[in-house]
């Protein structure tokens, strides 16, 4: 499941509900600039050599990233989702990514709820 409004998406990863605000990536395209300042490519990762720092190489090729603002797990006793959020992410989104979030959320927590019913209901041989 995937649900996107402008910024905001909740999706199915990791055996959990999350959501996600996406942004723009600032190392998208960025590869030369960090070789011609002395990063090397080790494997799948970029190293710096001079203070030991690296980062996956895969980062330079994606326009957007994304971090995570919240979890859903679906409570089969009272029927509906329980929502963590991480840290204080959720009240520092921007009023248009706050009314975006709750869109999602209703039409997330809605289809979840219909997963979980469906599933549910699927009979056992």
Known sequence: MK???NNIEC?????????????????????EDYINE???LDGGFFRNVSNNVSIQ??????????????TLQ????EMCCDMNTVGARLLQLDETDRKDFFAVYELAEERIREEELARTEE???
């Open 38 to 40: 002395g990063w090397i």
């Open 74 to 77: 679906y409570d089969a006793d």
């Open 3 to 5: 649900i996107r409004v």
């Open 123 to 125: 009979p056992e041989f």
């Open 11 to 31: 999706r199915f990863s990791q055996s959990r509900y999350e959501f996600v605000k996406w942004q723009p990536n600032c190392y998208y395209g960025k590869q």
């Open 57 to 70: 190489a895969s980062i330079f090729d994606l326009p957007e990233t994304c971090y995570t603002i919240a």
